[in-house]
T-cell receptor, first 114, second 113 residues
């Protein structure tokens, strides 16, 4: 596609529930990134994929968070047993190189855990 | 470890005035530096980047930034502010492994008529 697409744009879930957030990167971009942005803060790195594999998952806060990219294109961020502190905007970005040229970000998914 | 500090969480200017948004970085390797802009309810858009070479970098919408190694700074400027420049601005540095960007907390730019 022309840009990075993220769905849904908004998600409200109850504490303890499981959620999946989807990212459709720019066609042909091999690098894909997930970030989390809390209110009043800059984006915080979660995970980086190069192709199908997670090349760096050091930003995932705990084992409730998991992400996949099975065919090297679309990625899904999965959060188990959601907590109110998980409420944030989750941003996806893709790049045609390893990031030296900058990323293209999607508009994000606003997750609210009630 | 790499880090970024943006001085001033909020900057207000008049339309037509100079815009100066400050960013200082810390990096154990030659830095790759970026400025992004975020409009309300939108994703981040790349304004400009510094990797190697010329230290004065020109970006979109009339913005530019100068890499100053001696001052560990990468301040963003624009000679004349427009109302449409009102947004959140983020400075970022690439991490040592080259796998992620580390962002500052952002600076909100307000432009008054």
């Amino acid at each position: 596609g022309a840009g990075v697409s993220q769905t849904p744009s908004n998600k409200v879930t109850e504490k303890g529930k499981y959620v999946e957030l989807r990212c459709d990167p720019i066609s042909g971009h091999t690098a894909l990134y997930w970030y989390r942005q809390s209110l009043g803060q800059g984006p915080e790195f979660l995970i980086y994929f190069q192709g199908t594999g997670a090349a760096d998952d050091s930003g995932l806060p705990n084992d409730r968070f998991f992400a996949v990219r099975p065919e090297g294109s679309v990625s899904t961020l999965k959060i188990q047993r959601t907590e109110r502190g998980d409420s944030a905007v989750y941003l996806c970005a893709s790049s045609g190189d390893t990031g030296g040229g900058g990323y293209t970000f999607g508009s994000g998914t606003r997750l609210t855990v009630v | 470890a790499q880090s970024v500090t943006q001085l001033g969480s909020h900057v207000s200017v008049s339309e037509g005035a100079l815009v100066l948004l400050r960013c200082n970085y810390s990096s154990s390797v030659p830095p790759y530096l970026f400025w992004y802009v975020q409009y309300p309810n939108q994703g981040l858009q790349l304004l400009l980047k510094y990797t190697t070479g010329a230290t004065l970098v020109k970006g979109i919408n009339g913005f530019e930034a100068e890499f100053k190694k001696s001052e560990t700074s990468f301040h963003l400027t624009k000679p004349s502010a427009h109302m449409s420049d009102a947004a959140e601005y983020f400075c970022a540095v690439r991490n040592q492994a080259g796998t992620a960007l580390i962002f500052g907390k952002g600076t909100t730019l307000s432009v008054s008529s």
